[in-house]
């Protein structure tokens, strides 16, 4: 079993976390104040009709919102003009807590997982694995600048704003793609030294345990249904609920890969799973806190912007996505600092069998000396 990460090594793997996840979310941020009051809209007199870049990036100017909605309003609709965004599509402030839980995952997998920061970094590799991010970066960025490029190509509502793609924040968008990306090119093993194609398991040896994995595996996913079930009809979570949803069978897919398919290996890692959940019940107040500070940043839950958004009883929808989210966080980070394996106790009568051990060596030890010597008087 891999010796468990220190203390000082796993705060600081957490300090990096936030501190990045908080610039990436300071850029975001950038780009909403940029905007002001106004609106963002496609300058169709510069470049390939208002794109460039082979068309993924836009050449915008401000424009004021009452100005855009009379002329996108009107009889006539050629002279429409296409919206990139508002303030608030970017960094989704409202919803801070939760736009903020995605980078801290996806920086943790990538200074953990791939470039083995801060204990386990191999200078060999690391050139290797520097351009793995510096890929997953790039095809992040892309990816996302082609998905709102089609977005703005094909939406029919005039007022609709290119930026808020499915009414999620574009910080989501992207950091989600550093996620996926990251787990993409680990499982394709581009950040490693290895050229040898793996065995793949013969999966007739599973079939003991695969009616186990199943049987588990659906009983974690109907609780999870039942909770978000009663979440949303409590208002506690998104009305749509395949977003909310969609975070939880996440949340058992990975539980299940770094805590076993069933309670026998559960019980095994009480330190992992106490760490997943104290973590989460301990991050929770903090942006509770940080929203009261700021005004500004929301929290998700009990939070007076999303009440001024959408109605007091609605203040909490982001308290499902908050736990989900940050209950991911910490499962991985439980993995990341080796804290998520079975606990190993040695026993009494393990003890006394290792100590007779050891004195059956030394004893046989002198022996074997005793006799040497003799040999040599001989």
């Known amino acids: 079993m891999p010796k468990p990460m220190t203390i000082p090594n796993a705060a600081l793997l957490l300090v990096v976390c936030v501190i990045c996840a908080a610039f990436n979310m300071q850029l975001f941020g950038g780009l909403d104040e940029m905007m002001g009051d106004q609106y963002w809209v496609v300058d169709s007199t510069q470049g390939d009709h208002g794109w460039y870049a082979m068309g993924l990036l836009p050449h915008v100017k401000k424009m004021p919102k009452d100005a855009v909605k009379a002329i996108n309003t009107d009889a006539d609709p050629k002279n429409d003009l296409v919206i990139y965004a508002q303030s608030g599509d970017f960094a989704g402030k409202s919803i801070y807590g939760i736009c903020f839980g995605i980078p801290l995952i996806m920086y943790l997998i990538w200074f953990s997982f791939i470039i083995g920061f801060p204990d386990r970094v191999d200078p060999y590799l690391l050139p290797r694995k520097i351009f793995t991010i510096s890929v997953i970066i790039a095809c992040s960025v892309i990816a996302n600048l082609f998905l709102m490029r089609i977005t703005g190509d094909f939406a029919n509502d005039p007022m609709s704003r290119i930026a808020n793609v499915a009414g999620n924040h574009a910080s989501l968008l992207f950091h989600c793609a550093g996620i996926w990306f990251a787990i993409l090119f680990s499982a394709l093993g581009t950040h490693s030294h290895s050229f040898d194609e793996v065995k793949a398991p013969d999966s007739r040896n599973w079939q003991t345990q695969a009616n186990e994995k199943f049987n588990w595996m659906f009983t974690l996913l109907g609780v999870v249904t039942i909770l978000e079930v009663l979440l949303v009809r409590n208002k506690l979570a998104l009305p749509d609920v ?88 910490w499962m991985e980070f439980a993995t990341a600092i080796r804290m998520n394996g079975p606990l190993t106790q040695t026993s009494n009568q393990d003890a006394v069998k290792l100590n007779q051990q050891a004195l059956f060596i030394k004893e046989d030890g002198l022996k074997s000396s005793f006799n040497f010597r003799r040999g040599e008087g001989m």
């Open 242 to 329: 395949a977003v909310d949803y969609s975070v939880w069978i996440i949340w058992v897919v990975i539980f299940m890969r770094m805590y076993g398919f069933s309670p026998k290996y559960w019980i095994k890692r009480p330190t992992g799973i106490a760490i997943m959940v104290v973590g989460t019940v301990l991050t929770l107040p903090l942006f509770y806190i940080l929203e009261r500070m700021t005004g500004t940043h929301g929290a998700g839950f009990a939070s007076p912007i999303l009440a001024q958004i959408l109605g007091a009883e609605s203040q909490n929808v982001g308290l499902s996505l908050m736990i989900s989210i940050y209950l991911v966080f």
